[in-house]
């Protein structure tokens, strides 16, 4: 296209956004050589995110709005159809309608089951095409359930701007991407989505993501975390108002250290939202990547592992992770299970997640500071094994026991040396809000016996008929 059609048809936007709605069929008319509304439609889509305009359904454009980003997100059921198809497609393409079956089938299969146990081993695995597809099938409906949540709760919380500028860093095969792009689309936003990723993973982000609409427009930077030019993406647009680090910091030789250079392209208001699958290895990496950032770096804790006692830092194992319901079986799935015997070895369903949300302005999502002549720290634990105490505590587990045991709870105050677990001994409608409450969510817990878990190694913090547990949030 002519560089003076795309100027003129900008500078007509610039001057009638604020008048009125932008009709392509009305622009056209003021610009020289008059070229046809659909190719003013497809330039005020490439120049969205510049001239911070969205699309309306009628075709016409309008200034994206100002503020939070509104969304509402009740549950994420299944994977989108229209993203699945999107992969299916990626698929035919490179092996036949019938890539299940045969040997395509057959080598995607043992590729899948190859990226396990490598994850398994925590080995690396290297991203060619066809990891990348096998990855897609496998992953893809469950990181797109688990970023929706994650970013859900950053909205809920009024952290994500209705004009967003996304840095994901490690995008994968894009199950954020896609998220990120549904989530602002539903609320009539602006994204400037920007994805680093290296691999083979790359040409499936682009395959499912989608060609550039008017509310979004993606930019995918093949270079390794590493390597990326931070400084020269703030320099052409800004910083980030989120930096998204989803399944990759446990990839990482040095992970504290990328987060933290990372950090320089956030915006003084900006979010970290780092992500991990829920297995003991990531969730708890994740939590010391967390540490090296947070206690003893630039950062501060926003969720959900807030430090409630000031200038207390966690030295506790804190296997911590989220769990929502189970979304559908992905018919792309049941496909690829199916030849081998429909054994679910090629399903993955379940939506559990650790992840762990950083600021660089002091923010947290609890702004509560305990007084010591009321709560007692849990970093003095030792101090007060058979004691009943008073506790405020940020509950960081659904229930851990087994069928028939005394209902079980991960806690912590960000302070804790060793993990803490409250035992429900006797339920009671006085400590009923320990089960109720979510994960994340304060509590004030009165009077509970402290004793010493020798077989754990942990401290049992017994909530019986004495205790009293209360939501402080």
Request: aromatic residues 6%; without cysteine.
């Amino acid at each position: 296209m002519n560089p003076e059609t795309r100027q003129q048809i900008r500078e007509n936007a610039q001057y009638l956004r604020s008048v009125r709605p932008l009709d392509p069929e009305e622009i056209f008319e003021y610009v020289e050589g008059q070229p046809h509304p659909a190719v003013v439609r497809q330039v005020l889509r490439e120049e969205a995110v510049d001239l911070a305009l969205v699309e309306r359904e009628d075709g016409t454009f309008v200034p994206a709005p100002e503020g939070p980003l509104s969304v509402s997100v009740h549950g994420v059921e299944r994977f989108p159809p229209e993203h699945e198809q999107r992969v299916e497609a990626l698929l035919t393409d490179a092996y036949g309608d019938d890539w299940a079956d045969g040997d395509s089938g057959d080598r995607l299969r043992e590729r899948v089951r190859d990226i396990k146990e490598r994850y398994l081993h925590r080995e690396r695995v290297e991203y060619d095409a066809l990891s990348a597809h096998g990855y897609a099938v496998y992953h893809l409906p469950d990181y797109y359930a688990v970023a929706t949540y994650a970013l859900a709760e950053l909205a809920a919380d009024g952290l994500l701007p209705s004009r967003l500028r996304v840095l994901d860093v490690g995008a994968g095969v894009g199950g954020p991407a896609l998220a990120l792009a549904d989530l602002v689309e539903a609320a009539g936003g602006l994204l400037d989505y920007h994805a680093v990723e290296p691999s083979a993973a790359a040409d499936v982000l682009e395959a499912v993501v989608g060609p550039v609409d008017g509310s979004r427009d993606v930019t995918v930077h093949r270079e390794t975390a590493e390597a990326f030019d931070l400084d020269g993406a703030v320099a052409d647009g800004g910083p980030f108002d989120l930096l998204l680090f989803s399944n990759v910091l446990n990839e990482l030789d040095e992970p504290a250290a990328v987060l933290e250079r990372y950090l320089d392209g956030l915006a003084a208001d900006g979010t970290v939202l780092a992500l991990e699958p829920a297995d003991r290895n990531t969730a708890t990496g994740l939590r010391e990547i967390e540490r090296a950032v947070a206690d003893d770096g630039p950062a501060t804790v926003y969720a959900p592992t807030i430090r409630l006692w000031p200038h207390q830092s966690p030295d506790s194992e804190s296997w911590s992770f989220e769990v929502e319901p189970d979304i559908e079986v992905p018919p792309m799935q049941k496909r690829l299970d199916d030849p081998a015997g429909g054994t679910g070895e090629f399903v993955n369903v379940d939506v559990q997640y650790a992840y762990s949300v950083l600021r660089t302005d002091g923010r947290r999502a609890i702004d509560i500071t305990p007084d010591r002549a009321t709560h007692a720290p849990m970093a003095d634990a030792e101090n007060y094994v058979t004691d009943r105490v008073n506790l405020l505590a940020i509950k960081l587990s659904h229930d851990l026991s087994e069928e028939g045991s005394n209902p079980l709870y991960l806690l912590g105050d960000g302070s804790q040396q060793t993990d803490h677990f409250a035992v429900v001994t006797d339920p009671s409608l006085l400590n009923d809000d320990l089960g109720a409450a979510e994960y994340g969510d304060l509590l004030s817990i009165q009077n509970a016996l402290v004793l010493w878990n020798d077989d754990e190694e942990a401290y049992n913090v017994v909530v019986d008929g004495e205790t009293t547990v209360d939501r402080a949030r």
